[in-house]
T-cell receptor
Framework: SQQGEEDPQALSIQEGENATMNCSYK?????LQWYRQNSGRGLVHLIL?????REKHSGRLRVTLDTSKKSSSLLITASRAADTASYFC???????????FGKGITLSVRP | EAQVTQNPRYLITVTGKKLTVTCSQN?????MSWYRQDPGLGLRQIYY???????DKGDVPEGYKVSRKEKRNFPLILESPSPNQTSLYFC???????????FGQGTRLTVV
């Protein structure tokens, strides 16, 4: 069953703008991860944030986690055309649970 | 270079003809898994393996088999492929099931 659900399903912005993508989940988690997928290719890991963390940064990426609201957001600052891709959140609950992916957000960055 | 390698990248086959998709990782990861990706359904886990000789079903295991005889390899076997197994398949590995996953480039399978 799907745990993480991303919002919006699709996002189109101009190069240089910021892109914010959201992920909501239903049950308690150990960690939440964000991945990027360029068309038809393998997923690439972006950031992992643990349940006891509230914010993490990696370059132009900023991820927040609010466990009380069971939600996370991925912010890409100063977007580039090369950021055009699908973005997935994935949640990992406790032991013996699998990494569960949402259906993804399609981000288009217009030059 | 650390990577997960899947082969083949593209495969067209006929219903009922057994096939194997290979997956190999060079990072000494314990955890490996197979996913299929279909439009509107996202990624769904087929099988996973916590370590050598330890495998278990994911969300959609019907029609698939796996084996984990060596740590680096985790082949996906379709004994009798059917058209509803037409999909994009990904192998992934991670150090443990709590850490980030590394994905292969995918295998686009068409069963006619």
């Amino acid at each position: 069953s799907q745990q993480g659900e991303e919002d919006p399903q699709a996002l189109s912005i101009q190069e240089g703008e910021n892109a914010t993508m959201n992920c909501s989940y239903k049950t308690s988690i150990n960690n939440l991860q964000w991945y990027r997928q360029n068309s038809g290719r393998g997923l690439v890991h972006l950031i992992l944030i643990r349940s006891n963390e509230r914010e993490k940064h990696s370059g132009r990426l900023r991820v927040t986690l609010d466990t009380s609201k069971k939600s996370s957001s991925l912010l890409i600052t100063a977007s580039r055309a090369a950021d055009t891709a699908s973005y997935f959140c994935a949640t990992k609950a406790g032991a013996n649970s699998k990494l569960t992916f949402g259906k993804g957000i399609t981000l288009s960055v217009r030059p | 270079e650390a990577q997960v390698t899947q082969n083949p990248r593209y495969l067209i086959t006929v219903t009922g003809k057994k096939l194997t998709v290979t997956c190999s990782q060079n990072m000494n990861h314990e955890y490996m898994s197979w996913y299929r990706q279909d439009p509107g359904l996202g990624l769904r886990q087929i099988y996973y393996s916590m370590n050598v000789e330890v495998t278990d079903k994911g969300d959609v295991p019907e029609g698939y088999k796996v084996s984990r005889k060596e740590k680096r390899n985790f082949p996906l076997i379709l004994e009798s492929p059917s058209p509803n197994q037409t999909s994009l398949y990904f192998c992934a590995s991670s150090y443990t099931d709590y850490t980030e996953a590394f994905f292969g480039q995918g295998t686009r399978l068409t069963v006619v």
